[in-house]
């Protein structure tokens, strides 16, 4: 493969994984500013929502690396896509829960194990296996840098 090419896909490599790290991230990050709606609509109270986004927080880390086995078995693509559907449904039905153990299955299991799916542990893995071993570190920092994008950009955005 000429130099050239190498480069181009070095580049195209690093904009998906960054990408999609963006948007997994950014929408992550984001449903907090939704609070005050999610209350509204749901009509659960901040303590049910808190303890949605809670074990969110704590399945998004769990699901990690159980996604990277999953990965290394069914590959990456999969995965990913898998974790966006999940990440995608969960926010959908979100705001139509009307139960705590609803809003805790759509928050906390769909859309922190869709976004889990879709992270870093995926991405940066199926990442550096294509790039070669003199820029696995800079591509480490392009696919991280692209998830602090993700939740430095999609804040305003969703908040209009």
Do not use: C, H
Request: overall charge positive; glycine content about 16%.
């Amino acid at each position: 493969m000429s130099e050239a090419m190498r480069r181009y896909a070095f580049w195209l490599v690093m904009l998906a994984a960054a990408g999609t790290f963006a948007l997994t991230m950014g929408a992550r990050q984001s449903m907090g500013l939704f609070l005050p709606a999610l209350n509204t609509s749901t009509g659960l109270g901040l303590g049910s929502i808190s303890l949605a986004f809670a074990f969110g927080q704590l399945w998004w880390g769990l699901t990690q690396p159980f996604a990277g086995a999953m990965a290394d078995k069914y590959g990456a693509g999969r995965v990913l896509a898998v974790g966006v559907v999940l990440l995608a449904i969960g926010t959908f039905i979100t705001p139509l829960m009307t139960t705590t153990m609803g809003l805790i299955f759509a928050i906390g299991v769909l859309a922190s194990g869709g976004s889990g799916m879709a992270g870093p542990a995926v991405l940066m893995s199926a990442s550096v296996r294509m790039i070669d071993p003199a820029r696995r570190g800079i591509a480490t920092g392009l696919v991280n840098a692209g998830g602090s994008f993700g939740q430095f950009a999609t804040a305003p955005i969703a908040a209009s």
